[in-house]
Nanobody, 121 residues
Framework: QRQLVESGGGSVQAGGSLRLSCRTD????????MAWFRQAPGKEREGIAS?????SLNYVDSMKDRFTISQEANMFYLQMNDVKPEDAGMYYC?????????????????WGQGTQVTVSS
């Protein structure tokens, strides 16, 4: 049974916006560090942002001007604005049963299967 399920990916024109969603029905995400990662073809998985409910938000500097994360009930979101061609890739939701410790992929125990984002120019 998948514990994290992403949705909302698809094709978007450069300059457009997209909102990705991550749903979990297994636990109360307020006790977990939740994060978004992405992976472009041929590249390593990179962190975008993380949050711990009622606490810290952490963004990678290069992402924080255009990407916003939020949480509501058991849903976790990534709002992408002014999308650029280099934003194309697979986007993953991740969770760790602890306060956020950073945005390295190895720190996160639970992963979704990803949702694909393609960008047309």
């Amino acid at each position: 049974q998948r514990q994290l399920v992403e949705s909302g990916g698809g094709s978007v024109q450069a300059g457009g916006s997209l909102r990705l969603s991550c749903r979990t029905d297994i636990w109360t995400i307020q006790y977990f560090c939740m994060a978004w990662f992405r992976q472009a073809p041929g590249k390593e998985r990179e962190g975008i942002a993380s949050m711990f409910f009622g606490g810290s938000l952490n963004y990678v500097d290069s992402m924080k001007d255009r990407f916003t994360i939020s949480q509501e009930a058991n849903m976790f979101y990534l709002q992408m604005n002014d999308v650029k061609p280099e934003d194309a890739g697979m986007y993953y939701c991740a969770a760790d049963r602890a306060r956020c410790r950073g945005l390295a992929a190895h720190l996160f125990m639970f992963w979704g299967q990803g949702t694909q984002v393609t960008v047309s120019s």
